[in-house]
Structure formats: structure tokens, C-alpha cells
């Protein structure tokens, strides 16, 4: 925890009544310090509510902004304080965690919605799958450490999907067997032969590095090709692309990775 004598050695202040040489190169060549991820956490249960809240707090780089007690309470305080992240729970009274991140995705306005982080108890809850469809950015089970919680709000507050590999092939792949749709094989064909290539990878929970080594291309070289794949399909992180990947036929679950 960040001790109150460590607070001033970070950023010292100018003396009073001096002015900036405007060729000294001081603090307008020094690039902003990234803002604290402004964090939501809703939860209907109260100690756990405040424990996930306090744990959070912890940390220099994430500030704590609002907390909720139902889905309708998220959705209101996460209108107010447009956080970027929101820890989710799936089930709570008044409206659900669901319910409540599909309100939030189909917010309209000059600002994006918020990355939803769902919480759950079982890592195969069927309402998970519906949490995704409605825009969630991943899943964290309630028992998760520490650690694992302050990564996680990381990696989607970044704008990355939060699907362990080990657990996209087994999550996605029960949801596509419990909810078949009819593929839809045409909504693809606006990518490219090696996109079409990329997304059947993502759907194998492949990080950058593995795709990297699986198609013998650099990570920047991959991260453009994901970019372009969620560009063109419209969708907002990897979580939608390998949702998309089953929905459209390109994986067919339990058929085993393609050639």
C-alpha cells in the first residue's frame, strides 16, 4: 500500500511564480501519466461487493468510482460515472448482470461503453454464454486470487477479450452446442482468405504470440491482421470474433482444429 510519505516524490511542483522556457523541453516534451481505469463493481451481495471494491483500491493505477447492488443500480451509476471497467455479477435482483450489459453495449453516445468483466461461481454457467452475447469482454470465477483480478481488469480495460485459451475451446464450444444456430457462412466473406485463416485461430483461444508462431509472422503482423477482423466484422474485442467464428459455421464444435 502506497504510504503517505512516498505521495509527494511523484510528482513535484513547480515554483510559485516561474514560467516554462519554451524551448526548455521539460514537462511539455513528458507524456501524461495514463489516467487511474475507472472501475464499477456490481455485486448484490454487500461483503462481497466491498471486498472486491477494497481489493481494487489497492492499486495506483485503478480507481474505484461506483458500486451496485441490483443490474438496474449499474446501469445507472455506470451512466453517471462512465467507468471503463465493470465487474459484473450474473445474478441479481431487479435486473440481472445480463440484462444489464446489454444496456450498457447498446448505450448510444460520443463515449464507448464500458468493459464488462462478468463474475460467476462455475466456469461453465450457461448464463455466461448469454453474458458474452450481450457484450461482455470475459469472465472471472469468484474464487479468482488477487493477482488474477487486477491482471484481468487490466487486460480489458486494454481492449482485450478475457478468455483464457484453455477455456474459450471448452466455453464457446458448449455454448455453440446448447444454443445451435444456423451457420451463416456469407457474414465472412468480407475478409480474406488469411483473415478468415486468423479468426479460425482465434477461436482456438490462440494468443498474439501463438498466432504469431502458428501462421510464421511477426506479433505486429498479427495484431494488424486482428484488427482488420474485428474492423471489418464489426465487432467490438476477440470475445465477439470467436462467438462469430462458431455462429457462422467457420469452427464446428468437437470437429477438432482446422488444417
Known sequence: ??????????????????????????????????????????????VVRAGYAGLLATQPDFTVVGTARDGAEAVRVCREQRPDVVLMDVRMP?????????????????AQPPRVLIL????????????????????????????????????????????APGVTRRLIAEFARLKPRAPRRDALAVLTPRESEV??????????????????????TVKTHVSRVLSKLGLRDRTQAVVMAYETGLVVPGAGSSA
Do not use: W
Open 120 to 163: 460467476t461461481t462455475f466456469d461453465l454457467d450457461e448464463h455466461v454464454y448469454d453474458a458474452l452475447i450481450a457484450g461482455a469482454s470475459g469472465f472471472l470465477l469468484k474464487d479468482v486470487t488477487a493477482e488474477r483480478l487486477f491482471d484481468a481488469v487490466r487486460v480489458v480495460a486494454a481492449g482485450e477479450a478475457l478468455l
Open 94 to 110: 431487479v435486473s440481472d448482470g445480463i440484462q444489464a450489459t446489454a444496456e450498457l453495449m447498446g448505450d448510444a453516445g460520443p
Open 1 to 46: 500500500m502506497t504510504t503517505p510519505e512516498a505521495a509527494p516524490e511523484a510528482a513535484p511542483e513547480a515554483a510559485p511564480g516561474t514560467t516554462a522556457e519554451p524551448d526548455a523541453g521539460t514537462a511539455a516534451d513528458v507524456p501524461a501519466e495514463p489516467h487511474p481505469v475507472r472501475i464499477v463493481v456490481a455485486d448484490d451481495h454487500e
Open 199 to 220: 479468426l479460425r485461430l482465434l477461436a482456438e483461444g490462440l494468443s498474439n504470440p501463438e498466432l504469431a508462431g502458428r501462421l510464421h509472422v511477426g506479433e505486429e
